[in-house]
């Protein structure tokens, strides 16, 4: 469907772009999400377009997190759905938490045009709960739309996945008391910033990285989770990324 040739050297990045596109005509994807994969796009180009080791600790320490939660979930959007569908399911199967569309502008089209995507990604195969649609439940702090979730999803989970958030939303679950996990290739990003374990990587890496770690701790005891959870330093993974950006080493 797309003729980029192999040997292209941003040929994973244009594999990603056309993704997107795609979403944005099947009615997944907002035009806003277009631009988001664009910032997205300048900060994996500066990290050489590869998961640094901090970022890939990140990811480890993630997947323990979500093994020891009681009620994880993890959040999908429109730029999620289109880029990571299947890799989201993996990932939510691995460590048995429900997906929750969750939507920076929410429409009725949208939210059932995402969840019929991710049901056709094998959900229900996966034993996987799809919610989102409903919407029972606030986010405290936040305006109405963007404050909407399902009580039984994110709304009580203790452990959030939150791939490409916007700021603020970030930061309401983090003042819920909610453990967060964030992907967000700008470690500058307030998003990143109000995370419990920021992963600095592109999503595409991040999801399936993060769950081969949680497949290589499937057999790990409660301590050793909680061990690997505990020594975790955010604002050192932040740096770390930060760093690695300024050095210029493309990949
Ligand atoms: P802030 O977090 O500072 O409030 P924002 O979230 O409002 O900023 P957006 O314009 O919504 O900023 O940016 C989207 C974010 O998603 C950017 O930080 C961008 O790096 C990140 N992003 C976009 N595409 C990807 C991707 N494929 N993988 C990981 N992160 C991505
Ligand atoms: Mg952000």
Redesign the pocket.
């Known amino acids: 469907e797309i003729d980029v040739p192999e040997s292209h050297p941003r040929y994973q990045s244009l594999l ?1 772009r056309h993704r997107i596109e795609d979403g944005v005509d099947r009615g997944i994807t907002t035009r806003q999400g277009l ?3 664009g ?3 300048a ?2 180009y500066l990290l050489g377009e590869r998961t640094i080791s901090s970022s890939d600790d990140a990811a480890r320490v993630a997947a323990a997190l979500l093994l020891l939660a009681e009620r994880p979930a993890i959040s999908v959007n429109g ?1 999620v759905a289109a ?1 990571v569908p299947a890799e989201t399911v993996d990932l939510a199967a691995a460590v048995n938490a429900d997906v929750e569309v969750n939507l920076f502008n929410r429409t009725d089209d949208r939210m059932r045009s995402i969840v019929a995507h991710l049901r056709e990604h094998g959900t229900d195969e996966a034993g996987v709960a799809v919610r989102g649609l409903d919407a029972d439940a606030r986010i405290p702090g936040l305006d109405h739309e963007r404050a909407t979730v399902d009580a039984d999803g994110i709304g009580n989970a203790d452990v959030v996945v939150v ?6 939303r ?1 930061a309401a679950l983090a003042a819920m008391g909610k453990a967060e996990v964030v ?4 470690p ?5 910033q109000a995370a419990t374990v920021p992963i600095i ?4 890496r ?1 999801v399936p990285n993060i769950t081969g770690h949680a497949r290589d701790l499937s057999g790990a005891s409660r301590a050793e989770l909680e061990a690997t959870v505990r020594g975790f330093d955010a604002d050192g993974a932040l740096g770390a990324a930060e760093d690695a950006i300024r050095s210029g080493e493309l990949g």
């Not at 992907?183 to 700008?186: F, H, K, V, W, Y």
């Not at 500058?188 to 990143?192: K, Q, V």
């Open positions: 990603t631009i988001a994969e910032r997205g796009e900060f994996d730029n880029l791939p490409l958030e916007d700021g603020d970030a992907i967000d290739l700008n500058l990003s307030r998003s990143a990587d592109n999503v595409v991040a």
